[in-house]
């Protein structure tokens, strides 16, 4: 499968962007999906998972309350809401599938992953 993130973006201290992640082939709803982040000189972290049905969720601490993970599985498409966002949000922002389709937890593989968007949050 392959992935393709957009709507990434600047944004100021408090705002909102909501990323998209579109994957190719009619198997996307075989696959649990998350999002993941890397800032510079950070590791890459799992920030929230969704399961294939979208009825199991995971998220981060750092992101509890504040960035919400969906899917629509007839659009091939996972979804990010992120509000309230911080300067500490700022990172190259990623989509990747596992192929444990029932998973939704902190240990998400990325099996397939896309080639980030990049979230700037000033203060």
């Known amino acids: 499968v392959q992935l393709v993130e957009s709507g990434g973006g600047l944004v100021q201290a408090g705002g909102s962007l909501r990323l998209s992640c579109a994957a190719s082939?009619?198997?996307?709803?075989?696959?649990?999906m998350g999002w993941f982040r890397q800032a510079p000189g950070k590791e890459r972290e799992l920030v929230t998972a969704?399961?294939?049905?979208?009825?199991?969720?995971y998220y981060a601490d750092s992101v509890k309350g504040r960035f919400t993970i969906s899917r629509d599985n007839a659009k091939n498409t996972v979804y990010l809401q992120m509000n309230s966002l911080k300067t500490e949000d700022t990172a190259l922002y990623y989509c990747?599938?596992?192929?444990?389709?029932?998973?939704?937890?902190?240990?998400?593989?990325?099996?397939?992953w896309g080639q980030g968007t990049q979230v700037t949050v000033s203060s």
């Open positions: 990747a599938a596992d192929r444990r389709s029932f998973y939704s937890g902190r240990d998400l593989r990325g099996d397939y």
């Open positions: 082939g009619r198997t996307f709803s075989s696959y649990a």
């Open positions: 969704i399961n294939w049905s979208g009825l199991g969720t």
